[in-house]
């Protein structure tokens, strides 16, 4: 049975964020397989660009509301828009990033209308005639297949770098609506007072993932190509104890019984032998690389991945890689 | 001697000094019972002899600082004998014609040995003037970063120069009135001090020389009615104080073996020290002990190294508070002041080790270490307040059994072994039970002790068994951390294990000193009894026995490092070296070794902390120490020391072996 | 001030090892614990009401065993904790679960702010806390890192949110509802005072009756989406060491990584 796709283009600054064209390659493979129609949804203020955008990677129409109110993504405005949107709208299903603001916005959306959720996806695929959309559960030791089993809306979002954005055509068209804004601004209550930028700031306790540096790294200036990889991966940059003792980085950084306790779902240790107290501290980190230039350290006891040889050779190499193969 | 004046007039101001010290006296005594607990007074006769011992023997001063404690030698023999002087010359003075013991051989021997002995004291007393005043001995000063009461600098040196002079004084003029009394009576070749003087006093109008006897007289006696009722508020109560601490301490099972606290009775509402009153009753008595001498002081190895922690500053800062309130706290008030508002800055509280230095190095058996364990306790049970690091190793020994939070099988270690090692439910009928530990379970380095622990056994044939997954953390880190309630929880379980196990009624072997002091000298005030050794011991027994053969390489040298928990609380100080000797190689000592090891850093669950804010590691220090022995392996016996001076020998660059004797030995045996 | 903690019960992550599975763990009878994240809840809910005064509710929905979450949280001081637990209530999706408790925080009545975590370390949804603002209709301030200020009497509240590339500073009205990250805080750790009292406290269990709820609109039967768990493809238990020069190394450390889907 035909249903149609709706797709919510995240953008910050009249700029759309990487996910939301993995959102949009996921939603035009689930429109496929249901044979419905595409549909984007942009929210912001000059966001022309964005919808043009939109239609080139593939949506059949484009919903845009401008307004000066949601030139910044926030909750109450965005979710109640959608939420109007959806009620006219046959049920469907809805896409979005898994970011931090798709993850939000979807979870609010599907409470304003009794729709179904599932969050977090790294697959989405038909069985039967039923959507069955595939996430990790209990930090990554299951894998958690959701069915929606209402007759409403099936709202989604999957987790970033899983679905290969959607690349633009520019001969394409569709339709553009723009629809008005439901919210004034003195009607919603919350008010963003400023915005810092947190690059290379990542918090090591929420990061999903870390990449660290130990005694291998050899000095201060070792942890060059440490953070240079962190920063490409959109991780946080962690450090062991003797390289805090060292004096190499501050102690904020610190991974292990002394320091933070990280689950993230990589972990990438750089020179790190693999002490106890920092075990203690990152062993419950869903994937381990280790990558040392001594090949029988106890770390690779618990990684998956390990490289012996030496981080400045081998790191610079990830870095371009990840570049390359992420698009960063 | 005295006209009837002087003797009303010496009966008036004896009874005003005695009254006067018994209000003071009666402070004190009221001040101590605001504490908990009880004074140990059982077996009587044992406790007076080891007071008398002290007293007599001086040799808790003697073995630190020989020289100086030579000194306050002649001052303490001097004083023992001046208790008698004293009475027998208020005696004199009183009872008109009596000379004591008269005028025979005794007499002529109790005038020399005064005569000389006075002679002592007055030497001994200007030679720590002289260190005290002139030469300004830098081991009396206390380092800038210990929080220290604000009138303690200048009031000990105050106490020290009114206590000086009246020994002085009092020990002077009692020689000079013997010097008066030979100018009166004719030569005495028995006092040959005392006729120095008398020469020059001999030209003297005889009323003068009267007069002088009569006043040197008035001046010595004259000065202890006075010193009486102040020594409650002088350091100097010490001389009563110290030997009446060492009388009434508890028998402990160690030196650090702790007391348990009771959980079960819910009126209890107050657990560990919050303010001094918290404390026990023998600790408050420490203050009144404590002559500030900071021998504690120089065995610190948080001191030793920058941190806020000087035991010797706890007590002077908890002495100078019971002086500034003696009244109130005798009355039942003036404890609202937390301890860590005065006693100890908080970096402090967690800096000691409970390495046991302070309490081994105090001559009059103070224990400052269980004042720190006590104000930990309520830091972490009423207050919650405690480094943050440490809820990770308390969390995990709550819910993983091990305080790393490692989920792991306890069995994983001994998969390198060549042959298996079986749990107690593979091998019932075993002899020793191998308590493995959390170390020797989940930590990459102490799994290759655990493994050459193994090893020795299974060549020597021991039929041995573990407990596999059934173990769990003793509890230690939690009990020194201040944890007590976790260290109660942790033990019963373990002594339920091990009881099931029927370790009770076998021997118990492991390779950690914590786990050793614990499940041997800890477990027992919880019903836990057990016979437990060190590997160490176990391998030097199998030496003796012939049990095993050793070819160690011969001609390496190593150093042995002490545990604390194995040395100063385990009382082991031979079997390690002889286990090591055993190997091979030769053993060049370090400078601070057996009970005068100093701390690798690790312990009082430093090791799950940070290190507190100081000049350098603890850790850094003691292992310059090995390195300086010019040996080329440093052989440890715990494996947190080994952690602790593995990482100090990283960061110098590797230039040593640090090695745990058992893997020393276990390489030996090996053809 | 009065504050509603959302506490969740979840398997403790921690105690997973190679021997143990992840089915294992989330079965019934594994090792349960307070989420990780509400202890951040817990103890931002403590420490706002010893600024301002006032009371907290520990709010918790789950099996009857997570009165044991609720025992930690009355431990680590809260003033009342509330289980709502009802076997109907089994198996219901984040919406059903985020009904039952605005159900439950309507029984409790009036309040200055609700405090949950991120998420949950079990099903991660990171949802639940999310659709109670939307079904309470209070304002939402998710992802908060740091609480800068509060004002009782101006009923507003400003806080820092934690975003993936930002730190974004929101000012807004009361009542609220917070989301916090692990940075906000440090959770103290239950003193024995906290225990005792813990141990001696009754926690009241509501069921759907007490909600004025209908059993069909609990449970699985009235969930939008349903959802089985299974282990995930087993892995190798040993490393997988990856040789070659950097370049090669580098291009099939980032396949692989890409096969995990963790970058």
């Known amino acids: 049975m035909a249903s149609n796709v709706l797709v919510w283009i995240e953008q910050e600054d009249g700029q759309a964020d990487p996910i939301a064209w993995q959102a949009m390659a996921a939603a035009s493979k689930v429109a496929g397989d249901l044979d419905g129609s595409l549909t984007a949804v942009v929210f912001g203020d000059q966001v022309a660009d964005i919808a043009r955008?939109?239609?080139?990677?593939?949506?059949?129409?484009?919903?845009?509301?401008?307004?000066?109110?949601?030139?910044?993504?926030?909750?109450?405005?965005?979710?109640?828009?959608?939420?109007?949107?959806?009620?006219?709208?046959?049920?469907?299903?809805?896409?979005?990033?898994?970011?931090?603001?798709?993850?939000?916005?979807?979870?609010?959306?599907?409470?304003?209308?009794?729709?179904?959720?599932?969050?977090?996806?790294?697959?989405?695929?038909?069985?039967?005639?039923?959507?069955?959309?595939?996430?990790?559960?209990?930090?990554?030791?299951?894998?958690?297949?959701?069915?929606?089993?209402?007759?409403?809306?099936?709202?989604?979002?999957?987790?970033?770098?899983?679905?290969?954005?959607?690349?633009?055509?520019?001969?394409?068209?569709?339709?553009?609506?723009?629809?008005?804004?439901?919210?004034?601004?003195?009607?919603?209550?919350?008010?963003?007072?400023?915005?810092?930028?947190?690059?290379?700031?990542?918090?090591?306790?929420?990061?999903?993932?870390?990449?660290?540096?130990?005694?291998?790294?050899?000095?201060?200036?070792g942890f060059q190509p440490v953070r240079e990889l962190a920063d490409a991966l959109g991780g946080a940059l962690g450090a062991s104890r003797a390289a805090v003792d060292a004096g190499w980085i501050p102690y904020v950084h610190q991974v292990g019984q002394t320091g933070k306790t990280v689950q993230p779902d990589l972990y990438i240790a750089c020179g790190i032998s693999g002490a106890i107290q920092h075990l203690a501290g990152m062993k419950n980190a869903r994937v381990i690389v280790a990558i040392n230039k001594d090949a029988d350290v106890p770390l690779y006891k618990y990684a998956h991945y390990g490289i012996a040889g030496d981080l400045f050779s081998y790191l610079p190499a990830i870095v371009e890689e990840v570049r390359k193969r992420l698009g960063r | 001697m005295l006209s009837p004046i002087e003797k009303i007039l010496f009966a008036i101001v004896a009874v005003v000094s005695l009254y006067l010290a018994s209000v003071t006296f009666r402070r004190m005594i009221r001040i101590i019972t605001r504490g908990q607990g009880r004074l140990s007074w059982d077996r009587p006769a044992g406790r007076l002899m080891t007071g008398i011992k002290a007293v007599v023997s001086q040799n808790n001063m003697i073995r630190n600082r020989p020289f100086v404690s030579l000194a306050h030698t002649a001052i303490a023999w001097g004083f023992i004998l001046y208790v008698a002087v004293n009475l027998i010359d208020v005696l004199e003075g009183m009872v008109p014609g009596f000379v004591f013991p008269g005028e025979n051989a005794a007499g002529r021997i109790y005038r020399l040995l005064v005569d000389l002995m006075t002679a002592a004291v007055l030497a001994g007393m200007v030679v720590l003037l002289i260190r005290r005043f002139i030469v300004k001995s830098r081991t009396l000063d206390v380092a800038p970063q210990v929080k220290l009461h604000p009138g303690a600098v200048d009031g000990i040196k105050r106490d020290s120069l009114i206590v000086g002079f009246f020994i002085l004084g009092h020990v002077g003029f009692r020689l000079l009135g013997a010097s008066f009394d030979i100018a009166i009576h004719g030569p005495d070749p028995w006092q040959p001090v005392a006729a120095l003087a008398a020469g020059l006093l001999a030209d003297l109008e005889p009323s003068f020389q009267t007069a002088g006897l009569h006043a040197s007289w008035w001046i010595a006696v004259g000065l202890v009615l006075a010193f009486l009722p102040w020594f409650p508020y002088s350091k100097h109560a010490h001389l009563f104080m110290g030997p009446f601490n060492l009388m009434t301490s508890p028998d402990r099972n160690s030196p650090g073996a702790m007391d348990?606290?009771?959980?079960?009775?819910?009126?209890?509402?107050?657990?560990?020290?919050?303010?001094?009153?918290?404390?026990?009753?023998?600790?408050?008595?420490?203050?009144?002990?404590?002559?500030?001498?900071?021998?504690?002081?120089?065995?610190?190895?948080?001191?030793?190294?920058?941190?806020?922690?000087?035991?010797?500053?706890?007590?002077?800062?908890?002495?100078?508070?019971?002086?500034?309130?003696?009244?109130?706290?005798?009355?039942?008030?003036?404890?609202?002041?937390?301890?860590?508002?005065?006693?100890?800055?908080?970096?402090?509280?967690?800096?000691?080790?409970?390495?046991?230095?302070?309490?081994?190095?105090?001559?009059?058996?103070?224990?400052?270490?269980?004042?720190?364990?006590?104000?930990?306790?309520?830091?972490?049970?009423?207050?919650?307040?405690?480094?943050?690091?440490?809820?990770?190793?308390?969390?995990?020994?709550?819910?993983?059994?091990?305080?790393?939070?490692?989920?792991?099988?306890?069995?994983?270690?001994?998969?390198?072994?060549?042959?298996?090692?079986?749990?107690?439910?593979?091998?019932?009928?075993?002899?020793?039970?191998?308590?493995?530990?959390?170390?020797?379970?989940?930590?990459?380095?102490?799994?290759?002790?655990?493994?050459?622990?193994?090893?020795?056994?299974?060549?020597?044939?021991?039929?041995?068994?573990?407990?596999?997954?059934?173990?769990?953390?003793?509890?230690?880190?939690?009990?020194?951390?201040?944890?007590?309630?976790?260290?109660?929880?942790?033990?019963?379980?373990?002594?339920?294990t091990l009881n099931a196990a029927g370790a009770d009624r076998k021997r118990i072997v492991t390779g950690c000193p914590h786990c050793l002091h614990t499940l041997k000298n800890e477990y027992g005030a919880l019903g836990g009894r057990y016979e437990v050794m060190h590997h160490t011991q176990l391998i030097a027994d199998l030496r003796n026995d012939g049990r095993i053969a050793v070819n160690?390489?011969?001609?390496?040298?190593?150093?042995?490092?002490?545990?604390?928990?194995?040395?100063?609380?385990?009382?082991?100080?031979?079997?390690?070296?002889?286990?090591?000797?055993?190997?091979?190689?030769?053993?060049?000592?370090?400078?601070?070794?057996?009970?005068?090891?100093?701390?690798?850093?690790?312990?009082?669950?430093?090791?799950?902390?940070?290190?507190?804010?100081?000049?350098?590691?603890?850790?850094?220090?003691?292992?310059?120490?090995?390195?300086?022995?010019?040996?080329?392996?440093?052989?440890?016996?715990?494996?947190?020391?080994?952690?602790?001076?593995?990482?100090?020998?990283?960061?110098?660059?590797?230039?040593?072996?640090?090695?745990?004797?058992a893997e020393i030995v276990a390489e030996s045996m090996q053809e | 001030m009065n504050i509603i903690a959302l506490v969740k019960q979840t398997p403790d992550t921690a105690q997973l090892s190679a021997a143990m599975d992840g089915m294992r763990l989330s079965a019934e009878g594994g090792p349960r614990i307070v989420n990780p994240w509400d202890e951040y809840t817990l103890e931002t809910a403590i420490q706002t009401?010893?600024?301002?005064?006032?009371?907290?509710?520990?709010?918790?929905?789950?099996?009857?065993?997570?009165?044991?979450?609720?025992?930690?949280?009355?431990?680590?001081?809260?003033?009342?904790?509330?289980?709502?637990?009802?076997?109907?209530?089994a198996d219901s999706d984040c919406l059903t679960s985020a009904r039952i408790l605005v159900a439950a925080i309507r029984r409790i009545g009036a309040f200055d702010l609700i405090v949950g975590g991120r998420a949950a370390i079990d099903g991660n949804t990171a949802a639940t806390a999310v659709q109670i603002a939307a079904l309470l209709g209070v304002p939402l301030v998710s992802y908060v890192a740091d609480l800068k200020s509060l004002d009782p009497s101006a009923r507003t509240i400003t806080a820092v949110r934690l975003l993936e590339r930002a730190r974004e500073t929101v000012t807004s009205r009361l009542p609220a509802l917070i989301t916090v990250v692990k940075e906000i805080n440090e959770p103290r750790y239950p003193s024995l005072i906290g225990i005792r009292k813990a141990a001696r406290a009754s926690i009241p269990v509501w069921k759907c009756e007490d909600l004025g709820l209908d059993a069909s609109a609990v449970g699985a039967g009235a969930s939008k989406v349903a959802w089985q768990a299974e282990l995930p493809p087993i892995r190798e238990a040993n490393v997988e060491m990856i040789d070659g020069g950097p370049e090669d190394a580098a291009r099939i450390l980032v396949d692989r990584l890409i096969e995990e889907k963790v970058i």
Not at chain 1, 147 to 155: A, E, L, N, S
Not at chain 1, 164 to 188: F, H, K, L, M
Not at chain 2, 564 to 577: I, K, M, Q, S, V
Not at chain 2, 583 to 607: D, Y
Request: proline fraction near 5%.
């Open chain 1, 53 to 221: 955008q939109a239609i080139e990677a593939g949506a059949d129409r484009v919903y845009t509301t401008e307004d000066a109110s949601l030139v910044r993504y926030r909750v109450e405005p965005y979710a109640k828009l959608l939420a109007r949107i959806l009620e006219n709208e046959p049920p469907s299903v809805i896409l979005a990033g898994a970011s931090t603001a798709g993850l939000e916005l979807t979870a609010y959306v599907a409470a304003l209308t009794d729709a179904g959720l599932a969050p977090d996806c790294t697959d989405l695929h038909i069985e039967g005639d039923q959507l069955v959309a595939v996430r990790p559960a209990l930090v990554g030791n299951l894998v958690s297949r959701v069915k929606f089993t209402g007759t409403g809306h099936r709202i989604i979002t999957v987790r970033r770098n899983v679905f290969q954005p959607a690349y633009g055509d520019e001969s394409r068209t569709g339709e553009a609506v723009d629809i008005p804004a439901e919210q004034a601004e003195d009607e919603i209550p919350t008010r963003v007072e400023s915005v810092e930028t947190a690059d290379g700031k990542v918090s090591l306790t929420e990061a999903s993932i870390i990449v660290s540096g130990g005694r291998g790294v050899g000095g201060p200036e």
């Open chain 3, 49 to 89: 009401r010893e600024e301002h005064g006032g009371k907290v509710t520990a709010l918790c929905l789950g099996p009857p065993e997570a009165a044991d979450a609720l025992k930690t949280a009355l431990a680590m001081g809260v003033d009342e904790a509330i289980l709502v637990s009802d076997p109907v209530m």
């Open chain 2, 552 to 661: 160690g390489e011969e001609g390496t040298r190593a150093t042995y490092h002490d545990p604390c928990y194995l040395g100063r609380h385990g009382g082991e100080y031979e079997a390690p070296r002889e286990a090591l000797a055993a190997a091979g190689p030769n053993l060049v000592e370090m400078a601070r070794s057996r009970n005068r090891s100093f701390c690798c850093g690790a312990g009082g669950a430093q090791v799950w902390k940070e290190e507190e804010e100081g000049r350098e590691a603890v850790s850094d220090n003691r292992f310059r120490e090995a390195r300086e022995t010019g040996a080329d392996t440093l052989a440890v016996g715990c494996p947190f020391c080994a952690r602790m001076m593995n990482d100090a020998n990283k960061r110098a660059g590797e230039p040593m072996r640090v090695r745990d004797i």
């Open chain 2, 260 to 496: 348990a606290l009771d959980f079960e009775d819910e009126s209890i509402e107050q657990f560990g020290a919050g303010r001094i009153t918290d404390l026990n009753r023998t600790h408050i008595t420490d203050a009144f002990a404590c002559i500030m001498c900071n021998r504690c002081q120089d065995a610190c190895p948080a001191y030793a190294t920058g941190k806020e922690l000087s035991p010797a500053a706890l007590e002077v800062n908890k002495r100078y508070h019971l002086r500034d309130h003696m009244k109130s706290l005798a009355t039942g008030g003036g404890d609202e002041e937390p301890l860590l508002t005065y006693a100890i800055s908080e970096s402090a509280l967690w800096a000691c080790t409970t390495c046991g230095a302070c309490t081994e190095a105090c001559p009059v058996g103070n224990e400052p270490m269980f004042d720190i364990l006590s104000m930990r306790q309520n830091q972490v049970l009423m207050e919650s307040a405690f480094p943050n690091e440490l809820k990770g190793a308390f969390t995990g020994i709550e819910r993983n059994g091990n305080p790393w939070q490692m989920a792991g099988d306890r069995m994983e270690w001994t998969e390198a072994l060549d042959f298996k090692v079986p749990t107690v439910a593979e091998n019932p009928d075993y002899d020793v039970l191998l308590w493995v530990g959390c170390a020797g379970a989940f930590d990459p380095g102490a799994r290759d002790t655990a493994r050459a622990i193994a090893t020795v056994m299974h060549r020597s044939g021991i039929d041995f068994a573990v407990l596999g997954n059934d173990e769990s953390c003793t509890g230690d880190l939690a009990r020194r951390a201040g944890n007590e309630y976790l260290f109660s929880m942790a033990a019963e379980g373990n002594i339920e």
